[in-house]
């Protein structure tokens, strides 16, 4: 079973084995249908497209983040009509740093389904060791039996973010430096962070080919920024809960098992004016 990461080689190993189902996560913020569009033109053979927007978001409310939660019982529906079933191992992959693709692996470990990697590379990875590719738009699979179980991941609420004091909360902002800061805000109407909160852009996860780091050496950056804070009380956001996932997946590949997801992040709790808002940088932890 994987349940982090998988390389280029065991994907291509199971190729066309009904017990491993994959799912095409490609998406641009700026251009939604262009990651579809990419998958239509050429993806990994036997995969599904995963959209960001229609499959792995929920409904917007206006206050509740650009991309809340969607609801179980679609998120099981749209697994089970690509053939996922309990024993499935599912993988997912988008272009290259697996931000998307790890927004999958959180959902279905969500749903209680251990069984679920990351492909390490995306398919910048799988190109580059001369695998193939398919342009075949319809996947057909057989329904699968997916089943909702109690999860292994966990999410933290707005209210818990609210009164993280009490609850000894520590909070980790995935965003861009620039961004967390308050120096630019290109999607959310407000700039800064929510008070508290440190600063890890997920992409100081990966190497220079877009590889996640070694184990030791996630373990070794995440530790400054938790301190002495139990790892489940960890809770990471973002602008709308989609690169937190980046390094909810980091920590687990690190051994640091346990950590939440707010869902909501930035974009929700900068929709209310009155949550105070923060900017500049701040010091890790002790």
């Known amino acids: 079973m994987a349940d982090t990461l998988v390389e280029v080689e065991q994907l291509a ?3 066309g084995d009904p017990l491993w189902v994959t799912f095409d996560c490609r998406f641009d913020l700026a251009a939604p249908e262009a990651g579809y569009n990419a998958y239509l033109a050429a993806h990994i053979p036997f995969a599904a497209y995963a959209s960001l927007e229609h499959h792995l978001s929920g409904a917007k409310t206006g206050s509740n983040g650009r991309h809340p939660l969607p609801a179980a019982r679609d998120l099981v529906r749209f ?8 024993e499935t191992q599912v993988i997912a992959y988008d272009a290259r740093d697996g931000v998307y693709a790890a927004r999958l692996w959180w959902l279905l470990r ?4 251990e069984r679920v990697a990351v492909l390490n590379g995306g398919l910048a990875a799988w190109q580059a060791a001369a695998l193939p590719l398919d342009a075949r738009s319809v996947v057909t699979a057989t ?21 993280r004091e009490r609850e000894h909360l520590a909070l980790i902002d995935a965003r861009a430096a620039n961004r967390y800061r308050g120096e630019i805000e290109p999607i959310d109407a407000v700039a800064g962070h929510i008070p508290g909160a440190l600063n890890r852009p997920y992409t100081e ?7 996640f780091l070694p184990p030791g050496e ?15 009380n960890v809770v990471h956001q973002c602008g ?5 996932c980046h390094n909810l997946l980091a920590m687990e590949i690190a051994g640091l098992h346990g950590s ?3 869902p909501g992040s930035w974009s929700e709790w900068c929709a209310d004016p009155s949550r105070a808002v923060a900017t500049g940088a701040m010091a890790p932890r002790a």
């Open 260 to 262: 939440m997801l707010y």
């Open 143 to 163: 329904e699968g039996d997916f089943a909702e179980r109690p999860g292994h991941a966990r999410f933290a609420s707005l209210a818990m973010i609210e009164n």
């Open 110 to 113: 969500w749903l209680g389904h």
């Open 13 to 15: 190993a199971h190729l």
């Open 218 to 232: 996630l373990r070794l950056a995440f530790a400054p920024l938790i301190g002495a804070v139990p790892v489940e």
């Open 205 to 211: 996860n990966l190497d220079a080919s877009g590889r």
């Open 79 to 86: 697994f089970r009509s690509h053939g996922v079933g309990n």
């Open 240 to 244: 709308s809960g989609v690169t937190a």
